[in-house]
């Protein structure tokens, strides 16, 4: 069986190995023994903890195969960021250069630096080794997030976003940030990027331009990716957009790639899941055919897997069967929450 659960100290083995597979652009899940253990340390922390509004949590769940025992993905919510780090875009805005005289109407984008998502509740590290790119996993790895944003809203901010991953090539080299470091930074992609994960950003505000820079002005290569995603982003991008998330005119710093946004309330997953109490019975799924999201309500002994089972609307009740009850940590009686896949 698939699950997804809060991560463990005793994961460290298997995240270490999914940050190296993960690759460059990652900035999420750097390959750093020490900050890997804190994220860990972090994610352990925000799940005990008693929270009533969104704060620095900061929580990572993992997709386990309970047949292997191995961690095959991850996936992370940051309950709201900038607050002890500034949290840096740029805008896309217009300037328009304008001569009545001369009968001349120009229009230029610019991109600003700016916090605007300071205190924005960021979806982010989301993997999933190839060998389990199947079954539906990758959506419901993307989409049990949402669950349990809906669940324990009071956690969360109402602004939700994703950093997309912008364009760059084999070795890492993003043609957004050539144009950068040329001008501005002095420093390679790869190490500004792994910089940034590690949570070390003064360099940004020190060395980044702090006036609004013309589009026109950059290299070709430059303009032609900004407000791109890299190739394997796009059905992460996809998915998000299929619930509702969209751009608002916000890139990357270094890559160029593009932030998603939506109102967590209006998240289609956040709308259309809810809440049913348990029945089970081990002969449910003769005639059941619609796969379901289901997890149970708990924060920090938080489980979800996706099944084929029965609902009994009229009664609220869904029926499971005592495996899928193990798996989720519920008995009959409790309340679970359904999504359907």
């Known amino acids: 069986m698939i699950i997804i659960r809060p991560i463990r100290m005793t994961d460290y083995d298997d995240l270490h190995r999914i940050a190296i597979e993960s690759g460059h652009g990652f900035t999420s899940l750097p390959v750093n023994e020490e900050i890997l253990k804190k994220r860990i340390n972090h994610s352990e922390e925000s799940f005990n903890a008693q929270v009533e509004q969104a704060g620095n949590q900061g929580y990572l769940l993992v997709m386990e195969d309970t047949q292997t025992a191995q961690v095959v993905g991850t996936t992370g919510i940051e309950a709201a960021v900038g607050l002890d780090n500034?949290?840096?875009?740029?805008?896309?805005?217009?300037?328009?250069?304008?001569?009545?005289?001369?009968?001349?109407?120009?229009?230029?984008?610019?991109?600003?630096?700016?916090?605007?998502?300071?205190?924005?509740?960021?979806?982010?590290?989301?993997?999933?080794?190839?060998?389990?790119?199947?079954?539906?996993?990758?959506?419901?790895?993307?989409?049990?997030?949402?669950?349990?944003?809906?669940?324990?809203?009071?956690?969360?901010?109402?602004?939700?976003?994703?950093?997309?991953?912008g364009v760059s090539d084999e070795e890492g080299r993003s043609p957004f940030y050539d144009w950068l470091e040329k001008h501005f930074l002095s420093i390679e992609f790869t190490k500004a990027d792994y910089l940034t994960g590690i949570g070390n950003k003064n360099f940004i505000a020190d060395l980044m331009p702090k006036y609004p820079v013309y589009v026109?002005?950059?290299?070709?290569?430059?303009?032609?990716?900004?407000?791109?995603?890299?190739?394997?982003?796009?059905?992460?991008?996809?998915?998000?957009?299929?619930?509702?998330?969209?751009?608002?005119?916000?890139?990357?710093?270094?890559?160029?790639?593009?932030?998603?946004?939506?109102?967590?309330?209006?998240?289609?997953?956040?709308?259309?899941s809810n809440r049913y109490q348990v029945l089970v019975d081990d002969a449910y799924g003769e005639d059941s055919n619609q796969k379901y999201i289901i997890c149970n309500t708990n924060v920090a002994n938080f489980r979800a897997t996706q099944v084929k089972l029965t609902l009994r609307e009229t009664a609220n009740q869904v029926v499971i069967t005592a495996d899928v009850a193990q798996a989720l940590q519920v008995q009959q009686g409790d309340w679970v929450r359904l999504l359907s896949n």
């Open 216 to 272: 026109n002005l950059l290299s070709e290569a430059a303009q032609q990716v900004i407000n791109k995603v890299h190739h394997n982003t796009v059905p992460a991008l996809r998915l998000l957009e299929a619930e509702g998330f969209s751009r608002r005119g916000y890139v990357d710093i270094f890559d160029g790639g593009p932030t998603v946004e939506a109102e967590r309330s209006q998240i289609r997953a956040v709308r259309e």
């Open 86 to 165: 500034a949290f840096y875009h740029y805008h896309l805005g217009k300037v328009v250069h304008n001569s009545r005289e001369l009968d001349i109407h120009n229009t230029v984008e610019t991109l600003s630096l700016c916090n605007d998502y300071t205190g924005a509740t960021e979806i982010c590290t989301l993997f999933l080794q190839e060998s389990h790119r199947k079954d539906g996993n990758g959506r419901f790895l993307s989409r049990c997030r949402f669950l349990f944003m809906a669940e324990h809203a009071e956690r969360f901010s109402d602004c939700v976003i994703a950093e997309m991953r």
